[in-house]
């Protein structure tokens, strides 16, 4: 019984031979469906409409909180003049 050393792993950037491909798995293989790519196309999109809705909503909605800030703080503050005085 020889001893062989074990197989250095790949290092980065080398690529290894994944050898020839196994005929068997592709009989297993299944031809998708003419509507499958309209399928994924529309889950991504169904996907990507919900994330956009919630940034959209998120954001608004902080606009909405920082616009009625400006006006309660301009409220309290009172009116000023065009120096930033007040007005007597």
Sequence with gaps: MTHQPPEEPPRSGEE???GPPV????????????DFVGRILRSVQRRVFVSE?????????GEI???YW?????LVRGPRDSQGGSEQ
């Design 16 to 18: 290894t031979d994944p």
């Design 23 to 34: 005929r068997e798995l592709a009989l297993l293989a299944e031809r998708p469906g003419p």
């Design 53 to 61: 809705a919630v940034d959209l909503s998120w954001f608004g909605l």
């Design 65 to 67: 909180f920082r616009q």
């Design 70 to 74: 400006i006006v309660v703080t301009g």
